[in-house]
């Protein structure tokens, strides 16, 4: 009933910028926060940073200052943009969006994107 698309990783040098996109789309009703998680080879998945549905942010100490997370709710879109990268940021990021259906009111699900891969290497 919901698929959420991922774009925009990459291979990119150490200290250079990637913006990852994760699009919603399906039977949505309303989607409340929206994340994006990385996990990198051998190691369990993290969170990143968080938005919430008014805006608020919150991010792990390891990108502060050097992600920025963002909503765009016309498009249903949760975007990260990510500068100053290090060869510790590569990892597959997944996208997660907690969502209310359509077709099923009061009650949300949290649904992932399929992942994309981030590589910060020379």
């Known amino acids: 009933q919901v698929q959420l698309v991922e774009s925009g990783g990459g291979l990119v040098q150490p200290g250079g910028s990637l913006r990852l996109s994760c699009a919603a789309s399906?039977?949505?009703?309303?989607?409340?926060?929206m994340g994006w998680y990385r996990q990198a080879p051998g190691k369990q998945r993290d969170l990143v940073a968080v938005?919430?549905?008014?805006?608020?942010?919150d991010y792990a100490d390891s990108v502060k200052g050097r992600f920025t997370i963002s909503r765009d709710n016309a498009k249903n879109t949760v975007y990260l943009q990510m500068n100053s990268l290090k060869p510790e940021d590569t990892a597959v990021y997944y996208c997660?969006?907690?969502?209310?259906?359509?077709?099923?009111?009061?009650?949300?699900?949290?649904?992932w994107g399929q992942g994309t891969l981030v590589t910060v290497s020379e």
């Open positions: 399906g039977s949505i009703f309303s989607i409340y926060a």
């Open positions: 938005i919430s549905s008014g805006g608020s942010t």
């Open positions: 997660n969006m907690n969502i209310e259906l359509a077709t099923m009111r009061r009650v949300q699900f949290r649904y």
